[in-house]
């Protein structure tokens, strides 16, 4: 008599058997190794700020000398603010960084708030811009006379943005390899400006470094950080897919720390470099610095200079991309967001309705191309939810000591960082304060969107019409709610 086994689980037999059945769990998978946890931040933090900011961060520090001082100082504080990440990171190891530090710390209201800066404002905004760029490098060989047409520019940006959409939306590993490529091109291309900054500096081209006529006004000053600032946008991006990362105690404070030195080391060697042969009122002049450093010294193969500022830029919109849809991941497994965006492509393992969500609202802000006012929104909506975010440190340490924390920094460096960001946040309303204004408006746009849809109960019609709108949309791109989701 054979005894009937029709009922029993097959139960795995060795270490194999368990990863392949993890394997066809549908769910984010880490699969991020240092080098592309390394990779993803150099590639979204440099991107357009080294070849756009220099303009910016000159224009309001008035002298060579002090825009320096600016590009060192915006270094260091990122790489605080990325040491206080570290921290929050291997503690809190959640899909959405900061999102998901702030709903731990403070609760669902201000993590809301500041998903709705980063979803309305910050990201999208901070993607259209790089593509912006892209779009005005690629096209300047056949306009090197004048800036190339604005409809083409926004045309070409937006079809940039569609492909990386694509590439996202298609595989992780393809995503991943694209950030490595262009990350290459980006690094090698200021390798090159890099390079030609120590040969003009032996040859005794010095004569731009000094701190004349720097500019008075310090609240012009602090606005001369949300450039320098601006440039090194993204050194918090790793943290917003660390659920991808493998050993993230171990790979994210090496990632951090290896990606903003080099970085720093970059943006003040190449403004350096570009200061050797360019005087301040060419700079000032200049919508691409970068393509007017090669018009002086690279003839005949200049045109090889906005090709690789193009690569480079590529390659940050496809970092911003890549890490944003987690975020919007993040905020829609805690019911802040819309359903869809919890969703997987069942195939690809890839958050598809979250790729697809960033890439909309990025083509909206296509309607404008004045990028340094896109600029001033940004900045200001960023560095007051960073130091929000930063604040957790402090705060988790007070109210929550027993938590496990494998990286703990001295709270000197949180404390330091949050009573810098109330400055460049304050003092620039001073300055600015019509794009200040703007960008406080936007911002208090979310606490009406938070008390009529996520905080008063929805009546019943409401929910079935959005259920049946989720279930079209689960249909059309075939996805599915994670197997194994992340818990924020």
């Known amino acids: 008599m054979t005894e009937d086994r029709s009922n029993y689980k097959e139960v795995p037999t060795n270490v194999e058997d368990e990863i392949k059945k993890d394997d066809e769990v549908v769910g984010l998978k880490p699969k991020m190794t240092l080098f592309n946890g390394i990779t993803v931040i150099v590639g979204s933090i440099i991107g357009s700020g080294i070849f756009i900011s220099p303009t910016g961060v000159l224009q309001n520090t008035g002298s060579v000398g002090m825009a320096l001082v600016v590009w060192v100082a915006s270094g260091i504080f990122s790489m605080v603010g990325a040491y206080c990440y570290a921290e929050l990171g291997c503690m809190i190891q ?153 050993d993230p105690v171990k790979n994210l404070p090496k990632a951090i720390y290896i990606s903003i030195t080099l970085v720093t080391a970059v943006y003040v060697l190449a403004n350096v470099a570009f200061y050797t042969t360019l005087s301040p009122a060419e700079v000032l ?29 590529f390659g940050s919109v496809n970092g911003i991309l890549f890490t944003s849809s987690r975020l919007f991941y993040a905020g829609a497994m805690e019911g802040q967001m819309p359903e869809i965006l919890t969703m997987i492509q069942v195939k690809r393992m890839t958050p598809t309705p979250a790729v697809l969500f960033m890439a909309f609202l990025s083509l909206i802000y296509l309607g404008s191309s004045n990028i340094f006012a896109l600029i001033s929104y940004v900045g200001f909506a960023t560095w007051v939810s960073i130091g929000l975010a930063v604040l957790c440190v402090p705060w988790l340490r007070w109210k929550c000591p027993e938590m496990e924390r494998p990286i703990k920094v001295n709270l000197i460096w949180p404390i330091l960082y949050i009573i810098a960001t109330i400055l460049i946040t304050i003092i620039p309303m001073i300055a600015a304060p019509i794009e200040t204004g703007i960008g406080v408006g936007i911002i208090s746009t979310g606490i009406p969107v938070y008390l009529i849809f996520i905080k008063v109960r929805k009546p019943v019609w409401i929910k079935r019409g959005l259920n049946k709108i989720d279930v079209l949309l689960q249909k059309l791109m075939m996805v599915c709610q994670p197997e194994k989701a992340a818990k924020l």
Do not use: H
Not at 164 to 172: E, G, I
Not at 182 to 194: N, P, R, S
Not at 290 to 311: C, M, N, Q, T
């Open 94 to 246: 959640k899909t959405g960084a900061d999102y998901a530090y702030i709903m731990v710390t403070f609760g669902p209201f201000l993590a809301f708030m500041r998903l709705w800066v980063e979803c309305i404002i910050v990201r999208p905004c901070s993607q259209t811009i790089v593509a912006l760029t892209f779009s005005v490098y690629i096209m300047k060989p056949f306009f090197p006379t004048c800036m190339p047409p604005d409809d083409s520019a926004r045309l070409l940006a937006a079809v940039c943005i569609l492909v990386l959409t694509f590439v996202n939306c298609w595989n992780v590993k393809w995503a991943t390899r694209v950030q490595d490529i262009f990350t290459g091109a980006k690094l090698f291309a200021l390798a090159v400006i890099i390079i030609t900054g120590f040969v003009q500096l032996g040859r005794g081209q010095t004569q731009y470094f000094t701190f004349d006529n720097t500019e008075p006004d310090i609240t012009k000053i602090a606005l001369s950080f949300y450039s320098g600032l601006f440039a090194y946008n993204g050194w918090n991006y790793l943290n917003f897919v660390i659920e991808e990362l493998k």
């Open 285 to 313: 002049g200049s919508e691409a610095v970068a393509v007017s450093f090669a018009d002086r010294l690279y003839r005949p193969v200049e045109f090889l200079v906005p090709i690789f500022v193009a690569l480079s830029t």
